[in-house]
C-alpha cells in the first residue's frame, strides 16, 4: 500500500509540475507524464516503479490475483540474472527481457533474430573463433600471440556424452561432402606442420573395448569404400593408400607397422588378407604375388619368373626322398626316381609342375619300356624340335636311364645313363 502511495503521490506531483510550470496542453492519453526540463540536483526525469527483494509466492496473502494483471514490480535482487522488472500476468511472473532490434543467429528456417538459449539457431555467414578467418564456413584458431601460461592447445573438442542404449548409431563427428567439384573431393584433411620436436601424428585413434564378451566387434579404423568401377587409364583404387619418405629419407621407415597381441595365438594376426597379397613395385616390374591356396605338405613356395609364385614339391631327395616302382600309369607330382616295369606316361610339363625333376629307370628285369609325354613336349639338349617318347632298353645302344626337367613348356632331358 505504501508503495502505491509514493506512486501516487510521484504521479501528481509531476502532472502538477507539468501542468503548471511545463506544458499546460491538454494530455494525450489516460496518463501522460511530462518531463521537467530542469530536474535539479539528483532529481532525474522518468519513473522508478516499486522495488522488492523477493517476488511474493504463489500461495502469500500479497501474492496477486488475475484483477492485478499487469502489475510492474523491479526485484533489486543480488543474482544479477532474476534481477530486472517484471510483470504479473494474471498467473505469475514475467521477467522482461531487454529487446533487441537485430542479433547474429536466426531462429531456425525462419529470418527472426534468435531471443532464447534453448531454440534452434542458424545464419547464413562464416563464423570464426579467435581470429578474423574466414577460409571455411566455420573457423578456429589458436594466435600465437596468445599467452603462453594457461594457453588452449585444443582447437576443437567434441564430447558426445549421451548415455541412451537407444538402438541408434551414435557419432561424435559425421561428415559429408556432396559437392561436384572436378577436383579432388575430400572427407577428412588434416595438415600437421614440420614445427615442433615430439612426435608428429596425423590421426591418433584410441578405442577402448567395455569387456563384455557380448558386445560389439572393436574396430580402429573401417575403411568402406564400396563399389568402384574406375578403369581409365592410370586409374588406380585403394582402400588405403600410404605414402613415406623420399629417396633421401634415412632412418627406420615403415610403410604400414602393425602390431598384434592376444592370447589365442591361432587367431592373432599383424595382417590378414583376404585376396591376393602382392610384393613389388606398383608397375609390377618387381616382385609377385603370392598364392591364396596353402599348398600340401613338404611344398616349397617357388616363382614362375614373370611375377606370379606357387607352391610346388620339392625335389630335393634330402627333402621328399620319393622312389616307386611303378609298371603303368602316370607319373605323379611327389614322384623323384620312378623304376618302371611297363610302360608310363609323364604329365604335360606346366606351370604347376615347373622344375619337377623325374629320374627314370629300367625296374628289375625290365627292358624295352616306353614313356610317353602326354604334352608330346621331351626336348634333347640341342634339339629344334620336340619328341614324345623315349625308349629305356638294356641293348647295346639304348639307354637304361634318363633324368628330366620341367620349366614350364617342355620337359627336357638332362642326364641319359647309357650302356
Known sequence: MKSILLLSFVLLSAITT???????AEPKSDLEIVSNPNPGIDNYNGIIIPKVIALPMSGDDAFP??????LLLYLDSSNPIERGIYVFDG????QLDAAVASGAFYDNGT??????????????????VGSSLRSGRFNIEILNSEPATGLPRIGMKIINANKSRANVASYSIFTENETASSNNKVGIRTDVSAAGSGDHIGIENNVKDNGVASSGSVIGIFNNVGNVIGTATGIENYGIKSVIGTASSSGPIYGVYSEANGTTVDKVYAGLFNGV??????????GYDFPLNRGDADQVLTSNGTGKSSWKTFNDVSSVKSIRTISSGTALTTDHTLLITGNIDIPKASSSNLGQIYVIA?????????????????VVPGASTPTSVFTLSTGSTGARSRTIQSDGLHWFIINVLKN
Request: cysteine-free; glycine content about 12%; hydrophobic content about 35%.
Open 18 to 24: 507539468a501542468q503548471v510550470g511545463i506544458r499546460t
Open 65 to 70: 490475483k488475475s484483477e492485478q494483471a499487469g
Open 91 to 94: 498467473t505469475q511472473y514475467i
Open 111 to 128: 529470418t527472426d533474430f534468435a531471443t532464447t538459449t534453448t531454440g534452434d539457431i542458424q545464419r547464413s555467414g562464416n563464423i570464426s
Open 277 to 286: 597379397l602382392g610384393v613389388g613395385d606398383v608397375a609390377r616390374t618387381m
Open 362 to 378: 629300367l625296374g628289375m628285369n625290365a627292358d624295352n619300356i616306353v614313356v610317353t609325354s602326354l604334352g608330346d613336349d621331351f
